[in-house]
Structures are given as C-alpha cells and as structure tokens.
C-alpha cells in the first residue's frame, strides 16, 4: 500500500508539468514561454519559436496556471464571448476562432449564447470576474453591465464600439447582385428578415437595394428566421403576376424555403427560378442544385476579434478590421 500511495503520488507531480519543462523540451528560457502564454510575444519571440513552444506543451499536457498569472497581473485570464446561438453554424465557427487563440494565449472563454442575447444577454459571470468581452451581432444589451472593461464587437455597427471585426456583408451582397444582373434577371425578389436594430441585416439590404437600383426591380418580401414564415414570404413572391426571376436570401437557411416552396409550386431551380443566399453554411452545398452564396470567414472573425482583444489587454492600440466575403458560384443561377 505505501508503495501505491507513492506511485500515485509520483504521478500526480509528474501531471503537473512546469514552464520551466516546457522551456527545456522547446529549448528556451522559461521567459519566453511566459510571453507566448500570456499574448506578449510578437516583436519579442518569433513566430517559429512561439508555435515550437506551444507544440511542446501540447505534447507535455502542459496548463498555464491562470490562478497565479492573475495574482501577479491583477487579470483572471477569462474572457467572455456572447454569442446569439452556438447551435447555428456561423456561431459555432465564430467560437471556434475564439477559443483557438485564447487556449494559444492562455486564456479561458466563457460563453454566454441564447436567443434573446440579440436583445439583453442573461450573462453567465458577473464582470469584475473577466478581463475583457468580445460581443457578436447586436447582443450589445451585454454591454450595459461591462461598460468598463475592453471590448471587441464582431460583425457589429462600427458605431458601437472603438473596435470592430466585421465581414465585408455589403461587398459580398453587390457582388451577388453584379451576378444576377450580368445573368439578365431584371425582377429580382429579396427574402429580407425583419429584425429591427440588427446592422448585419440592414447592411445586407441597404448594399443589395443599391446595386440594384438602376438596372433591376427589387421585390421584398418580410420574413422571420423561422421556417413556416418564410416559406409563407416565398410563396407570396412566386404567385405574383410579374413573379421575380431571382431570389436573393439574407441567410442560407431561408434559401431552404425557396427550395421547398419552388418545388411545391411546380418551379425548377435554376430554369425556372435562379436563388443565391448568404454565409455558405454546410447545407448550401448540400441542396440540390448546390446553391449559389456569399462566403463569410466566421472562424476567422473569430480568430481576430479575440487577438483584438488581447491586443487592447495589453494596452495596445486597435483598429477596426473588415474581412473580404467572396462570391461561391454553384448551379442556382442560371441566365435569363
């Protein structure tokens, strides 16, 4: 028995791996893996030697103590990300950038997402208890009990926050529209989602009216995110008279009621009927025919809000960012 209580021992020692191991296996000074873990180390450690680092502390199991780190740096190494749904794919690639660089700087992420985070985020921790907040979309109501801590909004209104890192919504919407146009379709019906307050969405809408003004008649028809409502908004655009010969959808998923509601209708996609939608979520290239949509960066958005984020932590000054959303062709659209 006192042989296993010292075997057991031994191991739970030999767990607990140090910077110090960690600095001999990288072949550095226990220095340098403190400034990579704690986000201090571009200009001081290269790229090289900090992604050498952090490959053997993964191979050793290695956890930066975050308890001791706030002591001295009077931080908690905790951030929060509030998120509308993680259940949706966007959300979840959004995370997945988060939690990539803050596990690379030693930071843990706590995430608030629910629903009605659009309106006023029920916050899982109270502030004094995180560093800084990194807000999606238009949860901002987050904001009115963390006004005093650093912030980064992600495809937020620019106005509502010193930092932003937001996808290029309106590139990607124009270059859709210069697609239907150079197509021929001159009638084209909008699946707008009616969402007051939200600036991704009126970004999308404000972008698609202008680049459709002096060319093509913009149909919209209102809608919700639900499904039962938008099949109701489609239908109502394809039995008009002068029914459109596009559609353009705010979301990839509502373009799943235009496929459905096309079909019901008797109405072929691409001859009868071309569609684009936005995001290029997973079930864009699974509809048949794979679908035509704007591509956005979401893990990406994610990744560089949270290095935002670190930035402002360390005091340094940040500028907003846009990323480029790119146009990825499949086989809705056909020329009229």
């Known amino acids: 028995m006192k042989n296993s209580s010292a075997g057991s021992s031994d191991g739970l020692r030999r767990a607990a791996v140090t910077s110090r191991e960690v600095a001999a296996a990288a072949g550095v000074s226990q220095s340098a893996v403190s400034l990579v873990f704690s986000g201090k180390w ?4 290269s790229t090289e030697t900090a992604e050498r680092i952090r490959t053997c502390a993964r191979q050793l199991n290695y956890r930066p103590n975050l308890v001791a780190r706030g002591l001295r740096m009077e931080q908690t190494g905790t951030v929060l990300a509030v998120l509308p749904e993680l259940a949706i794919p966007t959300f979840a690639e959004i995370h997945t950038g988060i939690s990539a660089e803050a596990q690379q700087a030693g930071y843990s992420v706590v995430i608030a997402s629910t629903p009605s985070a659009l309106q006023n985020a029920s916050l899982p921790v109270p502030g004094y208890l ?3 907040v990194l807000i999606c979309r238009d949860a901002l109501g987050a904001l009115d009990s963390l006004a005093h801590l650093p912030a980064v909004g992600i495809d937020t209104n620019p106005r509502s926050l010193p930092v932003t890192v937001n996808s290029d ?4 919407m124009r270059a859709m529209c210069r697609l239907l146009l150079q197509r021929g379709h001159r009638r084209i019906g909008y699946l707008q989602v009616s969402q007051p307050g939200s600036w991704l969405l009126s970004a999308k809408h404000y972008a698609a009216a202008q680049a459709l003004s002096a060319e093509a008649e913009l149909v919209v028809g209102q809608t919700s995110f639900e499904l039962p409502k938008a099949r109701v908004a489609v239908r109502e655009l394809l039995t008009r008279a002068d029914r459109p010969t596009a559609l353009i959808c705010e979301d990839d998923n509502l373009a799943i ?7 019901a209708l008797g109405l072929r996609i691409p001859d009868d009927l071309s569609v684009v939608g936005h995001d290029d979520l997973p079930i864009a290239e699974a509809l048949h025919p794979g679908l035509t949509t704007a591509t956005v960066p979401s893990a990406a958005l994610g990744s560089l809000a949270m290095l935002a984020l670190l930035s402002l932590l360390r005091g340094e000054a940040t500028a907003a960012q846009r990323l480029r959303v790119s146009l990825t062709e499949r086989d809705s659209v056909r020329s009229v």
């Open 42 to 45: 571009r200009g001081r450690v």
């Open 130 to 132: 995180v560093d800084g």
């Open 169 to 172: 919504v309106a590139a990607g």
């Open 257 to 263: 009621a235009a496929y459905i509601e096309a079909a």
